[in-house]
């Protein structure tokens, strides 16, 4: 590949990525039903026949938006974990930072994020030639969240039984679970009382020091 056409290739992914950024916003805004081309046209300084450069429909740049959304809150979190992990924290110093993602997960932001991501997974089928990408998304998480309980199994802090794969996929449930309470009656839990039901899954998940 010469390297005109390496700029080229490199440029042309940057103005992708900023479609897809000022898509996920308005998505996020308007929600999926209320997301409009003239309208991310008209932001961009754009015409839409020029936005179909980048996307086979409305429907593909609708799920390529929220999955690059999506994936940058995914690496975000996975950044966390990995740090975390490198730290070889304590018990109480891990429930801190998952207190915090919890916490984040209770927000009526991350609520609103949810019920995007929730609806635009009915696009998926349509698109097949996603799922690799939404598995490989997925895989990360668990192996950043693995790589941090590994942690607690090399020094042997896990309660007995437990095991860092087990203990990576409950706190993903604990994490991504939350999509039930959006799915649910507005008063059907108090955010102090769930978080302690959190704190003692968690804390079941090691040995009594």
Not at 85 to 113: I, N
Request: aromatic share 10%; charged share 25%; hydrophobic share 45%.
């Amino acid at each position: 590949m010469s390297e005109l056409k390496a700029t080229g290739d490199a440029k042309a992914k940057l103005k992708k990525d900023v479609v897809l950024d000022a898509a996920f916003t308005i998505i996020f805004e308007d929600g999926l039903t209320g997301f409009r081309l003239k309208r991310l046209a008209a932001e961009l300084g754009m015409t839409i026949p020029n936005l179909y450069r980048y996307f086979d429909d409305r429907k593909h740049l609708i799920y390529e938006a929220c999955a690059h959304g999506f994936a940058k809150q995914s690496r975000a979190n996975i950044d966390i974990l990995r740090k975390l992990a490198a730290e070889e924290p304590t018990v109480d110093e891990a429930w801190r930072v998952f207190e915090t993602l919890y916490h984040g997960a209770l927000s009526p932001f991350t609520a609103r994020s949810r019920k995007v991501r929730f609806q635009s997974m009915a696009i998926l089928s349509e698109y097949p030639t996603m799922r690799p990408w939404l598995e490989a998304e997925m895989v990360q998480m668990h192996q950043a969240s693995r790589e941090l309980f590994s942690t607690f199994e090399r020094r042997g802090l896990l309660a007995t039984g437990v095991t860092s794969d087990a203990a990576a996929i409950l706190f993903r449930s604990m994490l991504n679970g939350m999509i039930i309470l959006d799915l649910g009656p507005a008063d059907a839990h108090v955010d102090v009382e769930l978080l302690t039901v959190l704190r003692r899954m968690f804390f079941s998940l090691f040995k009594e020091l």
